[in-house]
């Protein structure tokens, strides 16, 4: 995760720029694992600010722990444990909730995007970031290849993966919210290129992102297509990642939620 947060740290860094988070406001980061979004956002509340990071996972929060003890907002950023979907967590007290990269993990997403909803003071926001593996863009490819691997994911009926991620939630997103009453959303995206010449950590995070296609139309009967699909990414004279025109683009979703 900190690989994949290097490979994109100026892109997150200006989309925390883009959200109306001021001096002095509170924000809850749910699910903020190690820490990095907590970081960035704290550097825009300042020391009259605060944000608290809340993860269920005791080994990331050490690691986002060691990064806050050597940040020169330290005393803003605060840690703990707890079950998101399941503790107490006083969102009337805070003026922001971050849910990035979240809800895509959770069995029952909509249930907390409800309650987060339901707890907010009037003058806060719930700012959602999540993205969708079929908006992504690879080149050069076998179009007919990939075709048949989005069309197996789209008609099947299973679409996590192994880890209970689902790497096509930013489509569900709508009807959730439609579903909730009184709210206002805005709604941004952003997108993120590599292209040629790509160092080891990016190779490595195009793959992993060609195997998460490959592993979803696989689970829903494509196992030739996934297994063609990911020899064209294996490490060998015929690699596409190899190739002077390879270009892979990302986008990635966010949702902006108020009370109406």
Known sequence: MDNHHAIKSRLRSEL?????????????????????????????????????????????????ERRRITHPLKEAIRFQVGDITACDLNVDAYDGVLLF??????????????RVCASMKKTARLYIKDSDLQSDFFWPVPYDLYSTLIAAVAVGGERRIPGN???FFAREMP??????????VVTLSQSFSLLGLMNPEERNYVRANATMLAAAAEQ?????????????????????????????TMTEFIFQISCA
Request: hydrophobic fraction near 40%.
């Open 175 to 184: 009807s959730i919210l439609h579903a909730l009453p009184n709210i206002r």
């Open 101 to 114: 990269n979240v809800l895509s993990y959770l069995p029952t997403p909509a249930a907390l995007v409800t």
């Open 16 to 64: 925390i720029g883009k959200l109306p988070i001021n001096a002095g406001d509170r924000i809850l980061d749910l699910g903020c694992g190690t820490g990095n979004w907590s970081i960035l956002t704290a550097d825009r509340v300042g020391l009259k600010g605060a944000v608290v990071g809340v993860d269920c996972d005791r080994e990331t929060l050490e690691h986002a």
């Open 220 to 248: 829903n009967g494509a196992s030739d297509a996934a297994s063609r699909w990911l020899g064209l990414f294996a490490e060998g004279p015929n690699c596409v990642l190899d190739d002077p025109a390879f270009i892979y």
């Open 165 to 167: 991620y689902n790497p």
